[in-house]
């Protein structure tokens, strides 16, 4: 797989729920908190104003206009930003299961939007990488959402057999969608691990790493695979990025770690040995130093049985309670 798709297979991004939005006259909506997840939204037709805590400026938005929210903070939608909010459970309780909430009727502005949770301790690997909003403007990008967008509208609208399914897989490209976009067009400028997968010479080092992250990486293979001299790559990688080139593959290797210890029952030794360590020590020394923990106590403490327990009180949220998309 590629860096992206990796990481995102690491996260394990869940759509918590999809729900159309159908209003009309004045309007504002105030939505929740919701650490560790991705709001993604899509105006299908007409205009409103988006406000994010800690963001000084509204964002107006237009129809065509995609979101992404991954900082999870509270949020505010609004056709007048003057107009008092409501809280959002109170629009969305009859879109508990998916479908369209109307608000005053419906008619004159409609959106699409899924929630994303993420995965474990990880999350923060792609949250703090990206503004607290990004913005999917250019038409060739709104075009490659587009289909997905008008997709997921049609089976709000039906509700047929399996249209939950066809909506988290919806609901997914939408998300992929709009992170490709960002790094093509919105990315420059920022430092991490996703800014560089933009950058032709630091995603070939990158990929490189996450096809096969057991390999003896030096530090002039990788710059051979950008096509760089080695202290220049190491210089750029690390401007780039934020850590060296060394210090990305081991913190990639322990993540890739985790998520074993969390969901299979392979040995720890087993698990060193395919990331590239011969020494079961040598492998628990750094798993500690980059994950806080020992790789036993990671896999007794903090992972299959924290992640089953989010993953089960997310399905009873989804089945019992409204949920404020």
């Known amino acids: 797989?590629?860096?992206?798709?990796?990481?995102?297979?690491?996260?394990k991004p869940r759509s918590h729920m999809s729900a159309g939005f159908d209003a009309a006259g004045d309007w504002s909506i105030q939505f929740p908190d919701q650490q560790k997840s991705?709001?993604?939204?899509?105006?299908?037709?007409?205009?409103?104003?988006?406000?994010?805590?800690?963001?000084?400026?509204?964002?107006?938005l237009e129809s065509g206009d995609c979101f992404l929210l991954p900082s999870g903070r509270p949020f505010r939608l609004a056709s007048d930003m003057a107009v008092p909010p409501v809280?959002?459970?109170?629009?969305?309780?009859?879109?508990?299961n998916g479908g369209i909430a109307r608000h005053n009727g419906g008619g004159a502005f409609f959106l699409v939007s899924s929630r994303f949770a993420l995965a474990g301790d990880h999350a923060g690997i792609l949250l703090r990488m990206l503004p607290p909003i990004v913005l999917i403007r250019q038409e060739p990008d709104q075009a490659a959402l587009r289909w997905s967008v008008e997709r997921m509208m049609q089976e709000l609208r039906d509700q047929q057999a399996g249209g939950f399914l066809v909506i988290q897989h919806l609901a997914h490209m939408m998300l992929v969608q709009a992170l490709r976009a960002h790094l093509a067009g919105g990315s420059s400028g920022g430092v991490g691990w996703l800014f560089a997968l933009s950058d032709r010479q630091m995603g070939a080092a990158i990929s490189a790493m996450h096809e096969d992250p057991a390999q003896r990486w030096t530090l002039q293979q990788l710059a051979e695979r950008a096509g760089m001299s080695r202290s220049t790559f190491a210089l750029k990688f690390k401007a780039t990025v934020g850590?060296?080139?060394?210090?990305?593959?081991?913190?990639?290797?322990?993540?890739?770690a985790g998520d074993r210890l969390a969901h299979t029952g392979d040995p720890i030794s087993v698990i060193a040995l395919s990331l590239g360590y011969e020494s079961e020590s040598a492998f628990s020394t750094a798993f500690k130093r980059v994950m806080g923990r020992s790789p036993r106590q990671y896999g007794r403490d903090g992972s299959s049985v924290s992640a089953a327990r989010d993953e089960a009180r997310a399905t009873r949220a989804d089945r019992l309670e409204p949920v404020a998309d």
Not at 5 to 10: A, E, F, G, H, P
Not at 87 to 96: E, G, P, Q
Not at 243 to 255: D, G, I, K, Q, V
């Open 87 to 96: 809280d959002a459970v109170t629009v969305f309780s009859s879109a508990r």
């Open 1 to 11: 797989m590629d860096p992206l798709s990796d990481v995102l297979s690491l996260l």
């Open 243 to 256: 850590a060296t080139p060394m210090e990305y593959l081991t913190r990639w290797r322990m993540l890739l």
């Open 38 to 60: 991705i709001k993604c939204g899509a105006v299908v037709s007409g205009a409103c104003w988006l406000s994010v805590e800690g963001v000084a400026d509204a964002v107006r």
